[in-house]
């Protein structure tokens, strides 16, 4: 098992930048893939971003490609997503979940190859 807490979401204006943090605990070696999802009200989750643990292979949404960014720090078993340019339209929950297993290509965009998630935090951009 792979325990998944996030943090660092809030409220911010326009333009501005917020850095989520989630940290891993469990069975992390089983850890494959990192990944960050959104969801807004009414909205499917949606995929954000990925990084494969051993390589750090870093995958994104087109919506999100040059403002954002995820890194993770395998000594602290902590994945990073740096959030710039945020727009209101960034407005959701947003979660952090793990793989059990390799995944490769459009498998890491897809939330149902995700074993464990973490249980979110929002993020608000006001206009």
């Known amino acids: 098992q792979v325990q998944l807490v996030e943090s660092g979401g809030g409220l911010v204006q326009a333009g501005g930048s917020l850095r989520l943090s989630c940290a891993a605990s469990g069975r992390t070696f089983s850890s494959y893939v990192m990944g960050w999802f959104r969801q807004a009200p009414g909205k499917e989750r949606e995929f954000v971003a990925a990084i494969s643990w051993s390589y750090g292979n870093t995958y994104y949404a087109d919506s999100v490609k040059g403002r954002f960014a995820i890194s993770r720090d395998n000594a602290k078993n902590t994945v990073y997503l740096q959030m710039n340019s945020l727009k209101p339209e960034d407005t959701a929950v947003y979660y952090c979940?793990?793989?059990?297993?390799?995944?490769?290509?459009?498998?890491?965009?897809?939330?149902?190859?995700?074993?464990?998630w973490g249980q979110g935090t929002q993020v608000t951009v006001s206009s």
């Open positions: 979940a793990a793989t059990g297993g390799l995944r490769v290509g459009r498998q890491v965009r897809q939330k149902d190859e995700y074993d464990y």
